[in-house]
């Protein structure tokens, strides 16, 4: 079957053409730009191709205008549809649905239990029990916005550019503040893979995937194996073919 996947993220909206688990074209916008018009330049001839459309969205005011383009054919991702695993949480309506479909990509593409650790504008952390159901995670400042907050809130530290494993002795403020970044936030996000792994009865099981912008930088530092960029869009994916 011929799919479009779409994954709204706060900052940027991804969306792949896929037939069966094949992705086949990308194309993107940012989901500030998010309209009627500008999701038709974006996709062309995509709608008139796809059988399917799957969306998860972190932004709800933006999926009107999906619902505009697609109608009938759009599917909203939520704890409301079959996900191919089951939801241990008080009140399922309040997880993200980006969460759910990094769940469930994780649950069908390496078992459970495990940890999904997803880089994006926030980082969130997902934990999948070992009886296969979503049971809670962790939000936390993403390193981009870390790193923005830092130069907007004073008046002498630019921007830097992020960079894998930096020198941890700066020889000058941007220096200094790339080593701050990458070994700071790499021992935030491993102190907090610490304390999830310690709820778990068999810590050495649990599989840990990273996924998002920024995970290709941090995610073998933290114990990490894998690092999937498309994780999410495969759980859109695997998420489309129980509807």
Known sequence: MKRILIDVGNTLTKLVFAEGAQLLERRQLATAEISRETILEVIGDWKDRAEQVVLCSVVP??????????????????????????????????????????????AKLHGQPGIVVDFGTAVTFDVLSAEGNYCGGVLAPGVEMMNDYMSER????????????????????????????????????????????????????????????????????????????DLTIQGLRLIAELQ
């Open 61 to 106: 005011r933006r999926n009107a205008a999906f619902q505009d383009v697609f109608g009938e054919t759009l599917i909203i991702v939520s704890c409301h549809i079959p996900l191919g695993i089951g939801i241990d949480y008080p009140e399922p309506e309040t997880i993200g649905a980006d969460r759910l479909a990094n769940a469930a990509a994780l």
């Open 154 to 229: 004073t008046a002498l530290l630019p921007r830097v550019e992020l960079i894998k494993d930096p020198s941890p002795l700066g020889r000058s403020t941007e220096e200094a503040m790339q080593a701050g970044a990458y070994y700071g936030y790499a021992g935030m996000v491993r102190r907090i893979l610490d304390e999830l792994l310690a709820t778990f009865a068999q810590p050495d099981e649990v599989t840990i995937v990273a996924t998002g912008g920024a995970g290709e930088l941090f995610y073998d530092t933290l114990g990490a194996k894998l690092y999937e960029p």
